[in-house]
């Protein structure tokens, strides 16, 4: 069977392509310090992608301070079991409500095919948010001893 690929920007792809995206820490996009870029491209057809900015150790500093602070002082740590794992969950639904959208963006930016795009990339990822959610559930307080 053959494989379908992507080579062109699709509808509904268009808000995620073809732009310069920034760090985003604490929900605030941020200008990077200096001009250093990585373009993105399609592999297939060269055609450029987008592009984001090379991180510096600052901003990882600052993005891991911040996810410090909101576990620490945030509603996550506050919630029970049972609507963490929901959580955890939904996360994996809204990526297989998504899917095709996600999988030609994969696509054009990885190069894959959209079957593996949608059953490596996208299905994969949304079944390990549902295993999360479920492991959650079966070994909340519990310590799991190893084998002998």
């Given at each position: 069977m053959k494989q379908r690929t992507y080579t062109r920007t699709y509808k509904?792809?268009?808000?995620?392509?073809?732009?310069?995206?920034?760090?985003?820490?604490?929900?605030?996009?941020?200008?990077s310090i200096g001009d250093v870029r990585i373009p993105l491209s399609n592999p297939a057809t060269e055609e450029p992608l987008g592009s984001i900015p090379k991180g510096a150790r600052e901003y990882a500093d600052r993005a891991v301070a911040s996810a410090r602070r909101s576990f620490e002082d945030g509603p996550w740590r506050r919630m029970g079991v049972r609507y963490k794992a929901c959580v955890l969950r939904r996360v994996g639904e809204i990526l297989m409500e998504s899917c095709e959208e996600i999988a030609k963006v994969e696509t054009l930016d990885q190069?894959?095919?959209?079957?593996?795009?949608?059953?490596?990339?996208?299905?994969?990822?949304?079944?390990?948010?549902?295993?999360?959610?479920?492991?959650?559930?079966?070994f909340h307080g519990r310590a799991a001893s190893p084998e002998p």
């Open positions: 509904g792809s268009e808000l995620l392509l073809n732009r310069d995206w920034e760090h985003l820490i604490v929900g605030e996009w941020e200008d190069g894959r095919s959209i079957r593996q795009s949608k059953g490596m990339m996208v299905s994969l990822a949304a079944s390990a948010w549902e295993f999360f959610a479920g492991a959650l559930m079966d």
